[in-house]
T-cell receptor
Framework: KAGVTQTPRYLIKTRGQQVTLSCSPISGHRSVSWYQQTPGQGLQFLFEYFSETQRNKGNFPGRFSGRQFSNSRSEMNVSTLELGDSALYLC???WGQGGTYEQYFGPGTRLTVT | EDQVTQSPEALRLQEGESSSLNCSYTVSGLRGLFWYRQDPGKGPEFLFTLYSAGEEKEKERLKATLTKKESFLHITAPKPEDSATYLCAVSGNQFYFGTGTSLTVIP
């Protein structure tokens, strides 16, 4: 069974630009969550999507947004990039929503903002 | 406030030297406690799920236990390939991750 895939794996962007990251969950999984990981803060929850609806949102500014498609694939968008947005962005899929089931993570997208 | 605290932050063990990692938590309406392993530059790898106090799970040299306020990850006779960061997460309305324990096993 294929795991969670994320594209691209690496990105370099300039301050002020926007970026879109993509995530394909494990087949049959309907929940997709996004996390930001930095050395200082660890894994921080961004949002969760289930059946194309955002079910939960972490404490991040509105510049961070996402969506989920009918095939459960998800995208995350960050607008007006700041230097502090440099991080590893991780996508995780789960069979169900809301934290009852374990999440399986992709390899992440390493975003560098210069 | 929901939060997860892991200790120690870093741990160095000689090969074969058993030890335990701690994860203490406060969360409203705990749905589950999860352990992950993360290697540098990779996404976390799922290890265990624990749902209720007294529950235990084992996998090779790893054993996870759960009480009402904390969980332990016991590592028995570790090998160098067990070197990684071990993350604990609890789920209420969302997942809350600890900052991890960086384990180094020296041959």
């Amino acid at each position: 069974k294929a795991g969670v895939t994320q594209t691209p794996r690496y990105l370099i962007k300039t301050r002020g630009q926007q970026v879109t990251l993509s995530c394909s969950p494990i087949s049959g999984h309907r929940s997709v969550s996004w996390y930001q990981q930095t050395p200082g803060q660890g894994l921080q929850f961004l949002f969760e999507y289930f059946s194309e609806t955002q079910r939960n949102k972490g404490n991040f500014p509105g510049r961070f947004s996402g969506r989920q498609f009918s095939n459960s694939r998800s995208e995350m968008n960050v607008s007006t990039l700041e230097l502090g947005d440099s991080a590893l962005y991780l996508c995780a899929s789960s069979w169900g929503q809301g934290g009852t089931y374990e999440q399986y993570f992709g390899p992440g997208t390493r975003l560098t903002v210069t | 406030e929901d939060q997860v605290t892991q200790s120690p932050e870093a741990l160095r063990l000689q090969e074969g030297e058993s030890s335990s990692l701690n994860c203490s938590y406060t969360v409203s309406g705990l749905r589950g406690l999860f352990w992950y392993r993360q290697d540098p530059g990779k996404g976390p790898e799922f290890l265990f799920t624990l749902y209720s106090a007294g529950e235990e799970k084992e996998k090779e040299r790893l054993k996870a236990t759960l009480t009402k306020k904390e969980s332990f990850l016991h590592i028995t006779a570790p090998k160098p390939e067990d070197s990684a960061t071990y993350l604990c997460a609890v789920s209420g309305n969302q997942f809350y991750f600890g900052t991890g324990t960086s384990l180094t096993v020296i041959p």
